[in-house]
């Protein structure tokens, strides 16, 4: 193990003296550039020969300025401009180039060197190991010959390997002394990262303790993973963002990163993220002797690991999990690129050692890009529930990752002007999992002089009223609450899986109903009969009577859901939530002035004024009371489930009779919330034996501060 660190170590002061001298690599091949010049100029030399030379560096020269500001862009900005598979491409280019032209493989290309240094505000963390990258393969082929160099080097018929998903997050190290969270820190240039320790314990996934139960902790473990943010969490923030007309996130990944970089931890909290742990750093001392052993090692002491690993005995079952991965890929939670290959033995891992960028013991194998080309025949606009007109691009229908892909959403007119698209374009497009497919970029090459830059109208496509775009915002709306695509969108959002779930209830069917005038309103459905339904065109007496049944059992939804359903501006399912557990009652939700609506943690101004306005419209009053009437909950059933609805608490000092975390679940259960810092905010710190400074705080602030006993008499 010693052995181990001195060679890491060494490796260590490899990097961080390449990293001091990195800054010269371009002006380096600018000499080169400029002697070889200078050489086809003199008189006997081989003319053919240099010039070769001097186009192979030039283009060497460029590929590593090109990388260099999409590390610069990808790492430290979180606004890539080219997909991975491009930048991947690029990568491989060089790579090539510099094994043909072996004197320039410098070690400070970023073929050789893992990312850049970082440049926010957040103090920077130096890794005591060196978080490296990851070789990518391609295809079958690839694998295979990775494969081979394996068994060759450990002279072994057939490998173990550990198979991970490749999680398309970002890489964090946290550290933990004795059991406890010390730091946490963003992977940065591999040899330098940023400390996020605020923003960690944020993250619900991660313990701030682990379990050693019974054993002493280990004195210290630092301890590697990837923090991701969910395909639906990533979908939920941009559409708030849009809604807010704020700058979209291009994918979770940047969404995670963005999110996790931020320097007010609570903008992090909101964001859910999640993690799963695949690596270490340094381990004061180690108890496994394979990757499985050691991904166990870490589900036991309370680290998430990914439940989809599997150890795979050669490279034929390898290849059968990538396929079996590829196909599961669309279904799973959150964005994966392709698996993880990792040497199971340790021991092998040890042998097979590191090259000054990746281990030799791993590789991704990455899947086939979700991206294609294809052209913008039409631009078209939609209008949703809150009036936003999104502009949509009609594509040449083209076949992506499986699926045919004929509309792309543009977002707004300020992507529109970024990305510069118009109509005719020929344009790479893009699918994440179920968000809706979109442009990455327009292929400028291949633009025709016929191409047509759009604006978009200045009136509703739909109902004709006036559309306006406020000052500082990013959206256009139609400013008619009638409007009839507003209404519509609105009781597609009510029915909707995550509001009131209203099962085959879809798009169609609501303008039939619509067109039909059955109904006006959400209120409406309420009031729908069999034979109402049954009239309508192509539609069976049986289908009607499930679409019946349907409605009448989404009365069993409860208030949040009904709450969320409704629509409005910016309350999306989680703050539904928590406005009801506030108030217990939408009606009287419907009568707090903004300063009450504000005082409820979570809540900010934005939120308040957009309820604030809703139930001002007695328009909007109507409509919940005909839904009140129709027999709506309108109130939690289980009212003794939210008596802690509201309160925040601190746990602290050495707890007896609870663990913190079941003191905090607690809370959690009743309603309530659990922190783990003080402040003005706290209402209860519950203190153990030898409670620090958190007590001493609560007792500066005038926080009540609870005893065990009086914590388990407070909540049972
Ligand atoms: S191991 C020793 N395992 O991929 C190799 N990385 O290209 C270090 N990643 O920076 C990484 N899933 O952000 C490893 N199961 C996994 C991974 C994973 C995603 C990311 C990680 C790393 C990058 C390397």
């Known amino acids: 193990m010693t052995q181990k660190i001195m060679s890491k170590k060494k490796l260590f002061d490899g990097l961080n003296n390449a990293k ?9 091949d600018i000499q080169h550039i400029q002697e070889l010049r200078r050489k086809l100029l003199l008189p006997n030399e081989q003319i053919k020969k240099v010039n070769d030379e001097l186009q192979i560096a030039q283009k060497i020269h460029d590929l590593r300025k090109e990388l260099e500001k999409h590390n610069q862009l990808y790492y430290n900005q979180d606004k890539p401009i080219i997909s991975d598979f491009q930048y991947d491409s690029l990568f491989r280019e060089l790579k090539t180039l510099e094994k043909l032209y072996i004197d320039n493989i410098s070690p400070l290309s970023p073929t050789q060197n893992a990312g850049i240094a970082p440049v926010s505000e957040l103090s920077k963390v130096p890794h005591s190991i060196p978080m490296l990258s990851l070789d990518n393969s391609m295809n079958e082929e690839e694998i295979r010959a990775f494969d081979e160099r394996i068994r060759k080097a450990l002279n072994r018929e057939k490998v173990e390997y550990s198979c ?102 609570a903008i992090t909290a909101k964001r859910t993220l999640d993690v799963f742990f695949y690596g270490i750093g340094q381990i004061s001392e180690s108890m496994y002797k394979t990757q499985a052993e050691m991904l166990n090692f870490f589900k036991n002491i309370g680290l998430k690991t990914n439940p989809l690993t599997h150890v795979c005995k050669g490279i034929k079952e390898v290849i059968a999990y990538h396929q079996e991965m590829l196909d599961k890929r669309e279904s799973l939670p959150y964005e994966i690129d392709g698996i993880v290959v990792k040497v199971n033995s340790l021991n092998d891992q040890e042998t097979l050692g590191i090259r000054s960028r990746s281990p030799r013991w791993a590789i991704a194998y990455k899947f086939p890009a979700s991206q294609e080309i294809t052209r913008i025949n039409d631009i078209i606009v939609q209008v949703g529930r809150t009036g936003a007109l999104t502009p949509v691009a009609e594509l040449e229908p083209v076949n992506v990752s499986g699926v045919t892909v004929s509309r792309a959403t543009l977002h707004n ?77 609105g009781i597609v959002h ?150 802690l609805a509201g309160k925040t608490f601190v746990f602290t000092g050495a707890l007896e009779q609870f663990t913190r975390s079941e003191g905090e679940k607690k809370v959690r259960d009743l309603g309530g919330r659990a922190a783990s810092s003080v402040s003005k905010n706290t209402n209860y710190v519950v203190a153990g034996k030898n409670a620090g400074s958190k007590a001493t705080k609560a007792r500066e602030l005038g926080v009540t501060i609870l005893s065990e006993e009086e914590f388990i008499n407070m909540t049972g």
């Open 20 to 28: 001091k001298i990195r800054d010269s690599l371009i002006p380096k």
């Open 164 to 265: 991970e998903l490749k999680l398309d997050g970002l890489a964090v190290e946290i550290v933990y002394e004795n059991g406890l969270l010390q730091i946490a820190s963003t992977r940065g240039d591999g040899v330098t990262g940023e400390d996020v320790t605020h923003n960690i314990k944020t993250i619900k996934s991660i313990p701030l303790r682990l379990m050693f139960d019974n054993q002493l902790p280990l004195a210290r473990i630092e301890v590697r993973g990837e923090v991701i943010m969910t395909k639906d969490n990533f979908a939920e923030l941009n559409k708030a963002r849009q809604e807010a007309g704020e700058n979209l996130f291009a994918n979770p990944r940047n969404a995670a990163a963005g999110s996790l970089r931020q320097l007010d931890p």
């Open 413 to 489: 007119q300020d992507e529109i002007d970024r990305k510069d698209i118009r109509i005719g374009d020929w344009v790479v497009i893009q699918r994440a999992g179920d968000v809706i497919p979109e442009v990455v970029k327009v292929i400028e090459s291949r633009r025709t002089a016929d191409a047509k830059p759009y604006t978009l109208p200045k009136t509703c496509p739909v109902c004709g009223s006036e559309a306006i775009r406020p000052e500082g915002e990013a959206v256009t709306r139609c400013v008619n609450i009638t409007c009839p695509a507003q209404v519509k969108e």
């Open 494 to 643: 009510f029915a909707s899986k995550n509001a009131m779930n209203i099962d085959g209830l879809g798009e169609k069917i609501i303008v039939q109903f619509l067109e039909n005038k059955l109904i006006k309103d959400s209120s409406d459905l309420y009031t729908l009969t069999v034979e109402q339904i049954a009239q309508l065109e192509r539609m069976a007496e049986k289908s009607a009577e499930n679409i019946v049944n349907a409605i009448q059992e989404s009365k069993k939804r409860t208030p949040d859901k009904l709450l969320f359903g409704l629509g409005i501006r910016f309350i999306g399912e989680h703050v539904a939530r928590i406005l009801v557990k506030a108030f217990n009652n939408i009606e009287t939700l419907a009568e707090k002035n903004r300063d009450e609506l504000v005082a409820v943690h979570e809540i900010g101004p934005q939120v308040a004024d957009s309820l604030v306005s809703f139930f001002s419209n007695p328009e909007n009053h109507e409509l919940l009371q005909r839904l009140k009437n129709a027999g709506l909950n309108m109130e939690s059933a289980d009212t003794a489930t939210e008596q």
